[in-house]
């Protein structure tokens, strides 16, 4: 017999069916044992009469989150007996046999409630149990419907989803880079992208005019809370746009996501406000301003654009006292360009930045770039990174920037930490399969290891053990 998946159970009354999935709750009465049985599309009740000695027998030794086989018949529970909030409420099934296909030991935590209140390092220390509790389950479902959305609504677009490399060169770009030692080029380490710009942009001097990609950004940072030292962003990036343009696509884009997939949301304002980062800093302090009417409300949506940074901002570090606040390949908003290219009123130049926010939250960032090299290294020089550097970090980009780079743009929106406000989380790492404790560490594989000696060897490092003190 084919197995039938729990949710399509009501369309059965009166047939017998297979089913197959874990034990969610068993409740022995002696004579009646009921036993809810959970797979990934729902769960239904199911009940065990002695009538049936072996299913019987079997049942007694079941236990939560044991893997079993069931045949029996699915029955229409009289009226008063229906369970209207489940969908498969209006049935249940008399239970003709029981296979035990895996048993499971006693659980570290229970998985037929919420997992909320567990401690967070047991969680993902069994990720893969949690992972079957309805909460997360339910966050793993709606995010991959999400992704889902913006790639069918990207190709509508033009779009084409393109991979750019993981093993990469490290680039100054603002954060650490995670780096990857290379085995045949012994002293000589690929860098994991903090986000695949150089890549994207390279796309463009290639002519794919529409790029995107659900990227995996790596950046060694600082735990601070809600950060993962990986992350999944929408990346993409445009030939031949304005900043209106690039903004219209993400507008259009995240509008429709909410009507599609989270109904029961309200989008505050349409169009998304703009607010310009001078009235933000002014208005509400910071430049992710939340402009929720009513805070208490968990399905209002209030987006909104942050425009007309500054380009740049005082850095004792540099050696000309400036680096860049965003992105090193923005260009400047058009009026400001002259001053750019003379190098001159520095701190008072706009860039074409625009950040998109939601309740409160930056999910996203991104502009127009200086697709001319002379543009591009005016910004470098700015920074005071030496020619040497240039060359070293920037050349490719240079050089490919001379041979007819079209006008481009683009933006990156944060997949987490959209999923976590549509799902109404507290923290990113409730929307990640697998997630890092916030202090960088996977307590399931035990991430980040020691290396075997060979492995080592063969990769060429060497490690210096720090001296223990002796007292
Ligand atoms: N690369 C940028 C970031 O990761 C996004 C962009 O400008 O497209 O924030």
């Known amino acids: 017999m084919q197995r039938t998946k729990i949710i399509d159970t009501p369309k059965f009354i009166g047939q017998t069916v297979k089913l197959a999935g874990w034990v969610h709750i068993r409740r022995d009465h002696g004579k009646l044992i009921f036993v809810d049985l959970r ?38 529970r009289p009226l008063s007996a229906r369970n209207e909030k489940s969908p498969t409420g209006s049935v249940e099934m008399e239970v003709v046999s029981i296979k035990i296909l895996n048993e499971s030991k006693a659980l570290p935590f229970e998985l ?7 401690n967070e390092e047991l969680r993902l220390k069994y990720r893969y149990l949690d992972l079957r509790s309805e909460r997360m389950h339910e ?17 509508t677009q033009d779009f084409m989803e393109i991979e750019t490399p993981i093993l990469g060169k490290s680039t100054a770009e603002g954060s650490r880079d995670y780096v990857v030692p290379s085995r045949i080029y012994k002293g000589k380490f690929y ?35 809600d950060r993962q030292p990986e992350f999944t962003q929408l990346d993409m990036e445009m030939s031949f746009v304005e900043q209106e343009d690039v903004m219209n696509v993400v507008e259009e884009m995240l509008i429709n996501l909410v009507q599609t997939l989270y109904p029961e949301k309200k989008i505050q304002s349409l169009p998304f406000p703009r607010i310009t980062y001078k009235d933000a800093m002014e208005k ?36 000309t006292g400036w680096t860049f606040t ?47 090299p002379e543009a591009l290294r005016k910004v470098l020089e700015i920074m005071g990174i030496p020619e040497e550097k240039i060359q070293r970090d920037y050349g490719h980009m240079l050089k490919a920037f001379e041979f007819g780079a079209p006008p481009h743009g683009g933006i990156a929106p944060g997949i987490d930490r959209i ?11 409730e929307v990640i399969a697998f997630s890092k404790t916030g202090e960088a560490e996977d307590p399931m594989m035990s991430a980040p290891s020691e290396l075997d000696e060979n492995q080592l060897t063969e990769a060429g490092i060497k490690i210096i053990k720090k001296k223990k003190k002796l007292v």
């Open 419 to 429: 999923v976590m406000i549509l799902q109404g989380e507290p923290n990113i790492r």
């Open 284 to 319: 509400y302090g910071n430049d992710r301003p939340d402009i929720r009417e009513d805070k208490n409300d968990p399905n209002l949506l209030a987006f909104c654009w942050v425009i007309d940074f500054p380009f740049f901002e005082k850095d004792e570090e540099s050696s």
């Open 139 to 155: 966050n793993m479902i709606m995010r991959s419907k999400v992704v889902k959305f913006f790639r069918d609504f990207l190709a």
């Open 191 to 225: 860098a994991l992208p903090q986000s695949p710009q150089q890549y994207k942009q390279l796309l463009m001097a290639a002519g794919m005019e529409r790029y995107f990609q659900v990227a995996k950004c790596f950046r060694d940072e600082d735990t601070r809370g």
């Open 112 to 118: 037929n409630k919420d997992t909320k209140a567990v």
């Open 39 to 76: 797979d990934h599309s729902g769960i239904i009740q199911t009940v065990i009469i002695p009538d049936h000695v072996e299913a019987h027998d079997n049942a007694k030794r079941l236990r939560s989150e044991f893997v079993i086989e069931m045949e029996g018949l699915v029955k229409e």
């Open 326 to 372: 965003h992105n090193p390949f923005s260009r400047p908003k058009p009026e400001y360009m002259d001053d750019l290219m003379k190098k001159e009123n520095i701190g008072d130049i706009l860039t074409t930045q625009y950040d998109i926010v939601l309740n409160g939250f930056e999910i996203g960032g991104g502009s127009i770039r200086n697709h001319q």
